[in-house]
């Protein structure tokens, strides 16, 4: 049975991965506890590049990530456990066979609980240029299709939206090769030889760099969340984005009076990114670029994307606990750039009704648990 991602049993999925878009040879892997982090190829600049995607945010990860790279430089990755697979199969994404065959793509796995998908890089044997392309398989492989279709409708419309390069895909009923794995050498983990690569995507993407903002007081931020305002302000309770999530909470669970008065505010409309975080965010020569849009809606509501990227910022760097995380984040919508920024979204002075808002996204779209922050702020969910 194919893992929901990347805590569980990993053979099927390397198998698929191996099929679709690694093809044959021997991938060395780097697990984060129960996560596989880094599936290192065999070419030591390709897997360097696999590396750097990797962007960890507390000194644990940074310690994890300096690790693998002096592992690459070294040579030592050769001494990582592996997946071995047959020498003679090419992938199925034909733009990749001839990285597969001179061992020069791997992965980056995703976070476990959006399903099985990864971030692929390396290096174009043919130019020497790096490459970045995402894989969603089985249920993660629409996720991918509408990301594709979201960056098609976007891009140039709005800046700062990263433009695709393609995509490649195939449901399970288009068929296909299906391979055969071969059995490892003594000592290495073996992938599933039943591992038939099913429903895939795969998204081809522009290499943009690693270089992000270090954090959401960036003035860039601000101005790029400015350019994705709208120009209509509209009821929260008649715009279906921010209806819907105001609807999932139940009335025992919020203040009295609370969901009247979020129905009732004026809130301008925004292009929202959906996992807004410096860590989905590229320095590029004309500006910030966002990737990673999967979650994205152009018809949602101004302010949303601060919130995440503050929750974010507070859990995933900062290590803060709710009743320090929620204070410090409103500590940061009164500061001098968002405090104005909030105020042309339509927020005003009704920071907590904003950061409640933005947590439900958090919670219930982008699928970051967020209940005890909102628990911080008077709702309370069940577990």
Avoid at 33 to 54: D, F, K, S, T, W
Avoid at 240 to 245: F, K, N, R, V
Wanted: charge should be positive; include cysteine.
């Amino acid at each position: 049975m194919m893992p929901s991602g990347w805590n569980s049993d990993l053979t099927p999925l390397m198998g698929q991965i191996s099929q679709v878009a690694t093809g044959g040879g021997v991938l060395r892997v780097m697990t984060a506890g129960a996560r596989l982090a880094l599936a290192l190829p065999a070419q030591r600049r390709a897997a360097m590049v696999v590396a750097e995607l990797y962007q960890p945010q507390r000194l644990k990860g940074r310690l994890f990530l300096a690790l693998a790279k002096i592992a690459i430089a070294s040579g030592l990755a050769r001494w990582l456990p592996a997946y071995q697979f047959p020498a003679a199969a090419a992938p199925q994404a034909a733009w990749l066979q001839a990285a597969a065959a001179t061992g020069s793509v791997g992965f980056l796995g995703c976070n476990p609980n959006h399903g099985p998908r990864c971030v692929l890089a390396g290096i174009d044997p043919d130019t020497g240029a790096k490459f970045v392309a995402k894989l969603g398989l089985a249920q993660s492989a629409a996720a991918v299709r509408r990301e594709a279709a979201v960056l098609h409708r976007l891009h140039g419309k709005f800046p700062g939206v990263v433009g695709s390069l393609g995509l490649e895909t195939r449901a399970a009923a288009d068929g296909g090769p299906s391979g055969n794995i071969i059995p490892p050498p003594a000592g290495v983990l073996s992938a599933d030889p039943a591992a038939v690569a099913g429903d895939w995507a795969l998204l081809r993407l522009p290499h943009l760099g690693i270089e992000s903002p270090k954090s959401m007081a960036d003035v860039r931020i601000t101005r790029l969340l400015e350019q994705w305002l709208g120009g209509e302000s509209f009821l929260l309770g008649e715009r279906p984005w921010s209806a819907a999530l105001i609807a999932k909470v139940p009335l025992a669970a919020a203040p009295a009076g609370w969901h009247q008065r979020m129905r009732s505010l004026r809130i301008r409309g925004a292009l929202l990114h959906g996992d807004f975080a410096v860590w989905n965010l590229r320095v590029a020569t004309h500006g910030l670029v966002a990737i990673d849009w999967e979650w994205a809606d152009e018809n949602a509501v101004a302010g949303v994307d601060l919130a995440h990227g503050l929750r974010q910022e507070c859990y995933m760097v900062r290590g803060m606990p709710p009743p320090q995380a929620v204070p410090w984040m409103l500590a940061q919508a009164a500061s001098a750039g968002w405090r104005e920024y909030l105020k042309l979204s339509g927020w005003g002075d009704a920071c907590e009704d904003w950061l409640r808002l933005g947590l439900l996204h958090s919670h219930f779209n982008a699928l970051n648990p967020s209940a005890d922050l909102l628990g911080e702020l008077g709702i309370h969910l069940e577990a």
